[in-house]
């Protein structure tokens, strides 16, 4: 059996955020790439003398085209997905909940075979994990992805199978409540980790839905990289979570350390609880 969504779609979301970013500079702000921000310090004025205690916000020098630039403002707003724990810290927050990387493989169906999925094809989730487990997605360009399973990566950024960072996987590995979560959950875990390896196996999970699928229709895909938070007794951080710091930096920051999925479907309602989390938390 099944529930049937007829008005269920998709976008381009790169559009969707191309165009938020066009509307931020047209209402006056600038869009900075390229900047990995090393500090956070209070500055008794900015060059400009607009802001008494103002905060400087500094780039990594040699990672940065903005060598030795800073950005002066009167409050600092971060939503830094996969580093949002190290960001707070800088600025004296807990080192909890930590962000652990999940890589989620796709598979893509051959273009003859996308006939067969004619809309988004979801399971019920199991409300044990996070991960919604394979589902059919529809693409704008006409393909159709299926998948993602869910394996731990060994890079935040690693979007790759071969990607490693000594300090990602370390912190990772070392953290006890990610030892926690993977006793509390070894047999999921290895079903994931021998799906991710043998396509046959991930096969049986999309013959569920679509019987008629082959090996012979699939082809490895793409992947992405969830930014799961974690607490120390191994339990995953499903909702939102706001921090600021301690001392005179804590009263002009605020850290969105966490927000879930669907966070993109939901942009424009999230947008509305931080602005207001904001206004709040810095009396505006």
Same mark, same amino acid.
């Given at each position: 059996?099944?529930? $049937?969504?007829?008005? &269920?779609?998709?976008?381009?979301?790169?559009?969707?955020?191309?165009?938020?970013?066009?509307?931020?500079?047209?209402?006056?702000?600038?869009? =900075?790439?390229?900047?990995?921000?090393?500090?956070?310090?209070?500055?008794?004025?900015?060059?400009?003398?607009?802001?008494?205690?103002?905060?400087?916000?500094?780039?990594?020098?040699? =990672?940065?085209?903005?060598?030795?630039?800073?950005?002066?403002?009167?409050?600092?707003? &971060?939503?830094?997905?996969?580093?949002?724990?190290?960001?707070?810290?800088?600025?004296?927050?807990?080192?909890?909940?930590?962000?652990?990387?999940?890589?989620?493989?796709?598979?893509? #169906?051959?273009?003859?075979?996308?006939?067969?999925?004619?809309?988004?094809?979801?399971?019920?989730?199991?409300?044990?994990?996070?991960?919604?487990?394979?589902?059919? &997605?529809?693409?704008?360009?006409?393909?159709?992805? #299926?998948?993602?399973?869910?394996?731990?990566?060994?890079?935040?950024?690693?979007?790759?199978?071969?990607?490693?960072?000594?300090?990602?996987?370390?912190?990772?590995? &070392?953290?006890?409540?990610?030892?926690? #979560?993977?006793?509390?959950?070894?047999?999921?875990?290895?079903?994931?980790?021998?799906?991710?390896?043998?396509?046959?196996?991930?096969?049986?999970?999309?013959?569920?839905?679509?019987?008629?699928?082959?090996?012979? $229709? #699939? =082809?490895?895909?793409?992947?992405?990289?969830?930014?799961?938070? =974690?607490?120390?007794?191994?339990?995953?951080?499903?909702?939102?979570?706001?921090?600021?710091?301690?001392?005179?930096?804590?009263?002009?920051?605020?850290?969105?350390?966490?927000?879930?999925?669907?966070?993109?479907?939901?942009?424009?309602?999230?947008?509305?609880?931080?602005?207001?989390?904001?206004?709040?938390?810095?009396?505006?």
């Amino acid at each position: 059996m099944a529930l $049937d969504s007829p008005c &269920t779609g998709i976008v381009d979301y790169r559009q969707i955020a191309q165009s938020y970013s066009n509307d931020f500079r047209d209402a006056g702000g600038s869009v =900075l790439t390229g900047f990995e921000v090393s500090d956070i310090n209070m500055v008794n004025e900015s060059p400009a003398g607009s802001e008494q205690e103002a905060l400087a916000v500094s780039p990594i020098d040699d =990672l940065s085209p903005f060598q030795g630039e800073a950005v002066y403002c009167k409050y600092v707003l &971060t939503c830094a997905g996969l580093f949002s724990d190290r960001l707070s810290q800088i600025s004296g927050c807990s080192s909890e909940p930590r962000i652990v990387p999940f890589r989620g493989d796709y598979l893509v #169906l051959k273009p003859e075979k996308c006939y067969l999925v004619k809309g988004n094809i979801y399971p019920v989730p199991d409300p044990r994990f996070p991960f919604l487990g394979v589902h059919f &997605t529809p693409r704008m360009d006409g393909n159709v992805w #299926l998948g993602p399973n869910a394996v731990l990566a060994f890079k935040r950024e690693g979007y790759r199978l071969c990607d490693f960072d000594a300090r990602d996987f370390g912190e990772a590995v &070392t953290y006890s409540g990610l030892r926690k #979560l993977v006793l509390k959950n070894l047999v999921y875990g290895m079903g994931e980790m021998y799906r991710a390896v043998f396509l046959r196996a991930q096969l049986k999970e999309l013959q569920k839905f679509i019987p008629d699928l082959s090996i012979n $229709d #699939l =082809l490895r895909g793409p992947s992405g990289v969830r930014a799961q938070a =974690l607490d120390r007794d191994g339990n995953l951080v499903d909702d939102f979570v706001f921090d600021g710091g301690i001392g005179d930096i804590g009263s002009r920051v605020l850290h969105v350390r966490n927000a879930p999925s669907p966070a993109a479907t939901s942009s424009l309602a999230i947008a509305e609880m931080i602005a207001s989390e904001v206004e709040e938390r810095f009396s505006l």
